[in-house]
T-cell receptor
Framework: DQQVKQNSPSLSVQEGRISILNCDYT??????FLWYKKYPAEGPTFLIS?????DKNEDGRFTVFLNKSAKHLSLHIVPSQPGDSAVYFC????????????FGTGTSLTVIP | GAVVSQHPSWVICKSGTSVKIECRSL??????MFWYRQFPKQSLMLMAT?????????EQGVEKDKFLINHASLTLSTLTVTSAHPEDSSFYIC????????????FGPGTRLTVT
């Protein structure tokens, strides 16, 4: 049972435009969320996080929005750059479950120069 | 920043043999290490969680006798795939978490296992 879902397997965006990656979750106990960026044959690298007490967290070009009532989070990248082309995973964790992370299936972002 | 290494990065082995993958935290003490497996175009699936000095906790459906995990020190965890079969071919990634953060995990670069 996939508790974290990324329904868009791929996304193409023009350089300079906004990239919006979406993630939905089913477990209402999740209280911490992260976005990871992954290049082929490499491990994921941490991008940005948000806890359930916030609805927005911003770090440079990256902003994560959390809508707890909808069990939805999104990652906005503005402006998008060709170097942002990678697979993006969202992950969720619940403090009571030992902070194990559950990952979505990823969205492959291609930023077109 | 926190660095996690894995060795080897790529291994090919024959069916029936065993393979050991190492995961090291290079500049911090990892109280907890996680092992993930990723199939092509699929999500990272948590296989097991290990705390230093104690037995690993395996996720449902993961055979603990087949995937042996040892977390003998605060900087090293090993995953041994025993009696490997072609269906064990996958990308294995470890992550580590230190004392300071209860959430942050630092990932290794992954190990590509191919069983022939």
């Amino acid at each position: 049972d996939q508790q974290v879902k990324q329904n868009s397997p791929s996304l193409s965006v023009q350089e300079g435009r906004i990239s919006i990656l979406n993630c939905d979750y089913t477990n209402s106990m999740f209280d911490y969320f992260l976005w990871y960026k992954k290049y082929p044959a490499e491990g994921p690298t941490f991008l940005i996080s948000i806890s359930s007490i916030k609805d927005k967290n911003e770090d440079g070009r990256f902003t994560v929005f959390l809508n707890k009532s909808a069990k939805h989070l999104s990652l906005h990248i503005v402006p998008s750059q060709p170097g942002d082309s990678a697979v993006y995973f969202c992950a969720a964790s619940a403090h009571h479950s030992g902070n194990q992370f559950y990952f979505g299936t990823g969205t492959s972002l291609t930023v077109i120069p | 920043g926190a660095v996690v290494s894995q060795h080897p990065s790529w291994v090919i082995c024959k069916s029936g043999t065993s393979v050991k993958i190492e995961c090291r935290s290079l500049d911090f003490q990892a109280t907890t290490m996680f092992w993930y497996r990723q199939f092509p175009k699929q999500s990272l699936m948590l296989m097991a969680t290990s705390n230093e000095g104690s037995k690993a906790t395996y996720e449902q459906g993961v055979e603990k006798d087949k995937f042996l995990i040892n977390h003998a020190s605060l900087t090293l965890s090993t995953l041994t795939v025993t009696s490997a079969h072609p269906e064990d071919s996958s990308f294995y990634i470890c992550s580590a978490r230190g004392w300071e953060s209860s959430y942050e995990q630092y990932f290794g670069p992954g190990t590509r296992l191919t069983v022939t």
